[in-house]
């Protein structure tokens, strides 16, 4: 049993780093953001590509979120700013047509075969007389430290205060001289770069193709969906909720591990749909 909480506390941190940023890029620009498994995507083949040249797990994956920051920020300066205030609906048709372009991109210059991933540690560690992967430890803590160092960035930083003001009040924020959407893309460049070290942790347990993002996407809407749409401190106890639940549902019913995180999400909603018509 500790093995499996082990596993969830695993995929938990993976939904995690992909789900930020869909939650980081909702609340700040209010945009359903489909494309946001491309970028996860290609940060694994940048890896990658970096990874016999380097022949450096940790350097690989510095260089491949670094390449990343200049792409997102393209990204977010010539197709994400032109959909502010736009309808949600042509965030949606706009961000999921440049997610299946990207990803016949990277079939293009890649290939379409999956390419596995060594684990970099490849050692156990005994807790309690079970034997667990150090690799998949590590990648809950991880998830840990950046929750941590999200939180004290948004309370300590200038840049993080106006963004949490401008969330409150945009308008207020930008009678003040503020130029608000520089602040917004950073904060979609930070949500890029989390999804990239989410898709390079994940490489080594499954393994890279060029649809592991768009296989991510709908567990990482249901996480945002059960964390609040915008709210950074939900999104990371409903990732490790829902990867905790589809590890111990997994071990007793595998066919129905993901169809049991979108009964929670659906339970969740109505929840939330009965409190607030009572309140009314």
């Not at 193709?209 to 567990?219: A, H, Q, V």
Request: aromatic share 14%.
């Amino acid at each position: 049993m500790f093995e499996t909480i082990v596993y969830g506390l695993t995929t938990g941190a993976i939904l995690y780093f992909f789900a930020i940023g869909l939650s980081i890029t909702f609340g700040t620009m209010h945009i359903i953001n489909y494309s946001h498994p491309l970028v996860f995507t290609l940060g694994v083949y940048l890896f990658l590509t970096f990874l016999p040249i380097i022949n450096s797990f940790i350097l690989a994956l510095l260089l491949a979120s670094v390449c990343m920051i200049p792409i997102s920020y393209l990204l977010e300066k010539l197709i994400i700013r032109k959909l502010y205030g736009e309808s949600l609906d042509y965030a949606i048709i706009a961000t999921y047509a440049l997610l299946y372009i990207g990803t016949d991109v990277i079939k293009f210059i890649w290939g379409n075969v999956p390419r596995p991933v060594s684990d970099p540690i490849g050692s156990m560690v005994r807790i309690f007389n079970i034997s667990l992967s150090t690799y998949r430890i590590i990648i809950s803590l991880s998830a840990i430290i950046v929750f941590f160092c999200l939180r004290i960035f948004f309370k300590k930083t200038i840049i993080g205060k106006i963004v949490i003001a401008a969330l409150e009040d945009e308008e207020g924020v930008r009678c003040l001289g503020i130029r608000v959407n520089k602040y917004f893309s950073i904060m979609f460049i930070i949500g890029s770069v989390l999804a990239v070290i989410g898709g390079v942790l994940y490489a080594p347990i499954s393994a890279a193709d060029p649809y592991m993002g768009t296989n991510m996407l709908l567990l990482a809407f249901a996480v945002v969906m059960i964390g609040g749409l915008g709210s950074l401190n939900g999104t990371f106890y409903s990732a490790i909720i829902v990867g905790l639940i589809m590890a111990l549902t997994g071990r007793f019913w595998p066919k129905t591990a993901e169809v049991v995180a979108f009964i929670v999400m659906a339970g969740v909603l109505l929840y939330r749909r009965f409190r607030y018509g009572k309140m009314q």
